[in-house]
């Protein structure tokens, strides 16, 4: 036995056996237990992934079988262990959260589950497209039977969707009146669907209420006075927007508590949607906007429209006041860019670091797009992917130029035609860092003029240059930046050509 060793004593083994894990108090596993299911993102395995707990020890066995809140989510993989959870969750409140996707060996569990569905807390019955195949309606029609005959009464968050609902008795059970977070996808709903009357979420993607006019739209948002989230993704109604947006018809909707607002619709439509929902000024919520390039019009259409220098000139007042206000206390980002689909429009996207997040297609007019940034911000970042028309970026600059802090561009091109390099204005006091992305030859060989354009804009300013992609220089060229521009260019690699 080596030296020092020592026998332990009574008292030391009787605190090593109280520290074993099946001496822990019930109270403290059932804390435990109670965030195992939730650190999982499926739970739909053929064995749930907390039922190792059974496994562990008698005690573990004995008291995550007693503990019923272990159970409430309900897993949908195979039968057995559903039941088991329906059984050992009981009386809780359950949740029952479709896969996704739902597939054939699913189908029997949900059965299961929807049995007793009128125990759910949080019921989420979408479906999705498997491989370009169609959806099983039959299915479909099953679960929402199952739901007719044990209503959630008791459900306080509903999701469903590629439900075709459209006869009055199909649908009476779908909304009790308990729900307050509501999610339809792709659904398609008679003009009498009636919403439950305490929402506080509200998200409508891809749903068409057959007959519903703008008067149904402005009827149901103003029915919901405590709403806090709200989404409209592609969602219309039958109306003329024309003609609703120059009558100046639309009577906002005040919607005080609103925190969350997403909106993803064609130009025109966005013009609706801000106009039409009031939010107090005093408040500032998380604004998700993304504009859909709108579809080409047939020849012979011939219903007024705006054009493209109208819609933006309508849009851009209306997200720049809640851009002007998170722009006072988050940091914010410009970010121009191409998408891959050759020939795509230049999108833009302005967001802040934590509530602003708008993409929408470059106006035409480069006066609009800069009345879409705040005067004052605290600190901005701008990156361009794509090569922009001559005027935006000039625009861009002198709109964020007492707050503007760092530049990500292709090349020096973009900034030829603008005063920072031009004529020496270096009213840009926060500007600290430009990044090209693009290779560069600058030597006599290739496009001398970009270096002389890097001279100017060194001197005229005090940013540090980083280039992500070789840059090739003269010796002469390299000797210039070194002594006069010591540790103001960055990047890696550097080529040089000999002097």
């Known amino acids: 036995m080596s030296e020092g060793y ?14 074993s894990i099946d001496n822990l108090p019930p109270e403290i596993l059932s804390q435990i237990f109670w965030h195992l299911p939730r650190l999982f993102d499926d739970i739909h395995t053929p064995v749930p992934p907390w039922a190792v707990v059974l496994r562990v020890c008698h005690k573990w066995r004995e008291v995550s079988t007693a503990y019923a809140d272990l159970w409430t989510l309900i897993p949908l993989r195979t039968t057995q262990w559903t039941e088991l959870a329906l059984r050992l969750s009981n009386p809780c409140p359950i949740t029952i959260h479709f896969p996704d996707p739902v597939e054939h060996f699913h189908r029997e569990p949900i059965y299961a589950a929807m049995n007793q569905c009128e125990r759910s807390y949080s019921l989420d019955i979408r479906q999705r497209f498997v491989g370009g195949t169609m959806p099983d309606f039959d299915f479909q029609r099953a679960v929402l039977n199952a739901m007719r005959n044990r209503p959630p009464i008791n459900a306080q968050s509903f999701s469903l969707s590629l439900a075709s609902l459209i006869e009055s008795e199909d649908i009476t059970f779908l909304a009790p009146s308990q729900v307050r977070y509501l999610r339809l996808t792709k659904c398609l709903f008679s003009i009498d669907f009636i919403f439950p009357p305490n929402l ?72 609706v949607y801000l106009t039409l929902i009031d939010i107090p000024p005093h408040t500032h919520p998380s604004l998700d906007v993304l504009c859909l390039d709108s579809r080409p019009y047939p020849a012979w259409f011939t219903t007024p429209r705006l054009s493209a220098d109208q819609s933006y000139a309508l849009l851009v007042p209306l997200l720049a006041r809640h851009v002007r206000a998170s722009a006072l206390h988050e940091d914010l980002h410009i970010h121009f860019k191409t998408r891959a689909e050759e020939g795509s429009p230049i999108r833009l996207s302005v967001s802040t670091s934590e509530s602003i997040k708008i993409s929408c297609g470059l106006p035409p007019n480069p006066s609009a797009l800069s009345d879409l940034l705040p005067d004052t911000a605290r600190r901005a970042s701008l990156i361009c992917e794509s090569t922009l028309p001559s005027l935006t970026l000039p625009a861009i600059m002198w709109r964020t130029s007492p707050y503007l802090d760092s530049m990500t561009l292709p090349s020096l091109r973009p900034l030829s035609s603008c005063s920072l390099i031009r004529d020496g204005n270096t009213d840009l006091p926060k500007l600290r860092e430009i990044v090209f992305t693009e290779p560069l030859d600058m030597s006599r060989g290739g496009d001398e003029s970009t270096f002389q354009e890097l001279l100017l804009l060194l001197r005229n300013t005090f940013v540090t240059v980083h280039f992500e992609d070789w840059v ?28």
Not at 6 to 19: F, G, I, Q, R, Y
Not at 224 to 239: G, K, M, Y
Not at 479 to 499: A, D, I, K, M, N
């Open 6 to 19: 020592e026998e332990p004593t009574d008292a030391a083994t009787s605190v090593l056996k109280s520290a």
């Open 200 to 271: 506080v979420a509200l998200r409508l993607e891809f749903t068409i209420f057959d007959g519903w006019t703008f008067d149904h739209l402005r009827n149901l948002l103003s029915s919901f006075p405590l709403l806090e989230e709200l989404a409209l993704i592609s969602f219309t109604v039958n109306t003329d927007v024309y003609q609703l947006i120059t009558s100046s018809a639309i009577e906002p909707v005040t919607l005080p508590h609103l925190k969350t607002l997403h909106l993803i619709a064609e130009i025109d439509w966005l013009v």
């Open 472 to 499: 090739k220089l003269d010796g002469d060229q390299k000797w210039t930046l070194e002594c006069e521009y010591p540790s103001r260019v960055t990047g890696s690699p550097l080529v040089f050509t000999q002097p």
